[in-house]
């Protein structure tokens, strides 16, 4: 090995060893930069420490992201509050800060289909994983089919750990579809062992004395309700569904292009 070079091979090693990955990129070219700013030894290493920290927790979120299995990526830039009056606009924007989830408190949307509520789902829960909570989405029917496959596979108690290590766990569309008996029971454990100690955020289409409609039994219902709503955020979607007004936008746009005399209809 060529001696002048030994340092810079020894300090590659140990920058790997210590899994210093933006360090090790940069060292060199920052080194030439620092020199002609004239910038001191401390002032160098600071610039290069700050890179790798900015760099780690832009890796941590995007782990966070991508262990959250979002449907899709939805943020509330792309939402149109003006189009959903109903949804009251500051809560949501407060609770984009996450603290919520700190206090432990749970989120419910309520509203029709179309109407938004599993893109503010995404979007809050987006930002939480921007924030450092760790993050699970799931459609509801699909936890519950889940949840069932590893009691069956004898690995529930794996399971159930592995969500209550969650900060905020999503539930999205409760309502579509009824559960079995075991199949509420299970989701029942999960939501008694998140009370006061993880956040649920949950969308659904009905309102909630509908809910013994999904759950089949009035009394798990109620034991339910009364876990998730002791501490929670209600937010109401009660205008219609973007997604058929978009639709029926389009209808009009195209009658309109076809024949532009036609312009009175609806
Ligand atoms: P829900 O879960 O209430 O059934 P979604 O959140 O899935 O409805 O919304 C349906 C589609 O319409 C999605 O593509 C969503 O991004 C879009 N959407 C709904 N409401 C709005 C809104 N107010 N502004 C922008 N896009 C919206
Ligand atoms: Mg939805």
């Known amino acids: 090995m060529n001696e002048k070079n030994k340092p810079t091979v020894l300090l590659e090693f140990y920058l790997k060893k210590l899994r210093l ?7 060199a070219s920052l080194a030439v930069v620092c020199r002609e700013d004239r910038s001191d030894f401390p002032t160098y290493l600071l610039r290069l420490v700050e890179r790798e920290l900015l760099d780690r927790e832009k890796r941590a979120s995007e782990k ?6 979002f449907p899709v990526i939805k943020t509330i830039d792309t939402f149109d509050f003006k189009f959903q009056p109903s949804i009251n606009e500051q809560l949501v924007r407060e609770l984009m800060r996450g603290e919520y989830i700190d206090k432990k408190e749970n989120v419910l949307f309520i509203g029709k289909s179309g109407a938004g509520k599993t893109h503010l789902a995404c979007a809050l829960a987006f ?3 921007a924030v450092g909570k760790h993050v699970r ?3 509801v029917n699909g936890l519950v089919t889940e949840l069932m496959e590893s009691r069956d596979e004898k690995r529930l108690q794996r399971f159930q750990k592995q969500l209550q290590r969650l900060d905020l766990l999503v539930l999205d569309e409760l309502g579509y579809v009824p559960f079995s008996k075991t199949g509420a029971e299970l989701l029942f454990e999960v939501v008694s062992r998140a009370y006061e100690q993880q956040s649920l955020m949950i969308t659904s289409n009905l309102p909630f004395e509908d809910w013994n409609e999904v759950f089949g ?3 798990l219902t109620g034991a339910l309700l009364d876990r998730i709503t002791h501490r929670c955020h209600i937010i109401e979607a ?3 569904s973007y997604r058929l007004e978009q639709a029926k936008k389009r209808v009009r746009q195209k ?4 024949n532009p005399e036609n312009t009175a209809t609806d």
């Open 238 to 240: 009660r205008d219609d």
């Open 21 to 27: 990955p933006t360090i090790l990129r940069e060292y």
């Open 127 to 129: 930002a939480a994983c």
């Open 255 to 258: 009658r309109l292009q076809t």
């Open 64 to 69: 966070r992201i991508k262990e959250a299995g």
């Open 137 to 139: 989405f799931y459609s």
């Open 217 to 219: 039994s009035e009394r």
